[in-house]
């Protein structure tokens, strides 16, 4: 990632994704370098016309005609599994929201929230760090367990669940380590095991497994 965050704009209603472009060209962190109305440009741009500059971020509506952002994400992660989606929608539906996030977007963002809650959302996606708000993260809670999810069969030790909670909680390797009183080279013993046992990724993708098993408290 260069010294600006380079954003692609999707929302199929023209004024909103002027508006947004209008906003954050203001801000010097970020970098507008295209837009798209629905999933479908999505994917073609980014095969295409932005294929040699792929954004760093893509900010999304939930809501669009051809493939909603919840397909378009599933879609745009089978291809390009680094990519950072944040979607930005009017809807909190507990079903929505889970399907965002197990598609594979980082965050999921209100329309009525602030200029500078929004920023702090993108700035924390391009670093793998989820940012939802108390509402949302309910919403994700309540969604997956209507969902039913699985009884919790990993193997897991109490210390692994106790660093698995931290993580979802946005903690530092530093930081789990002064709260549990053990090294950080402790720590990284615990999340490559995490990782290992859990069959993820990154430290991300633990974050919202930590929320699928209900181990974040609201």
């Known amino acids: 990632m260069g010294d600006k965050i380079r954003i692609l704009l999707v929302d ?13 060209m203001l801000e010097s962190k970020f970098e507008v370098i295209g ?42 992660m089978k291809e390009y599994p680094n990519m950072k989606i944040v979607i930005l929608t009017s809807f909190l ?21 602030s200029a500078e809650e929004l920023i702090y959302a993108l700035i924390g996606a391009c670093r793998g760090m989820p940012v939802m708000t108390g509402d949302v993260s309910q919403a994700l809670s309540r969604g997956i367990r209507q969902r039913t999810v699985e009884t919790d069969s990993s193997g897991l030790t109490e210390r692994e669940k ?7 909680e946005g903690k530092s390797n530093k930081d789990i380590g002064e709260e549990l009183h053990i090294s ?3 720590v990284k013993t615990h999340v490559s095991n995490l990782l290992m046992k859990c069959e993820l990724d990154d ?16």
């Open 12 to 24: 199929d209603h023209d004024m909103v994704r002027m508006g947004l472009k209008t906003y954050l």
């Open 35 to 76: 837009e798209a109305r629905d999933g479908q440009e999505v994917t073609g741009m980014l095969k295409n016309e932005l294929a040699e500059n792929l954004p760093d971020l893509i900010l999304m509506d939930l809501m669009m005609p051809i493939m909603n952002g919840a397909e378009t994400t599933k879609a745009v």
């Open 93 to 113: 539906e507990d079903h929505l929201v889970v399907d965002a996030i197990e598609a594979g977007a980082v965050s999921y963002v209100l329309k009525t929230v």
């Open 162 to 168: 106790e660093v698995l909670l931290l993580i979802a």
């Open 184 to 186: 950080i080279k402790t």
């Open 203 to 218: 430290r991300t993708q633990l974050a919202i497994y930590a929320h699928r098993k209900g181990l974040v408290k609201k």
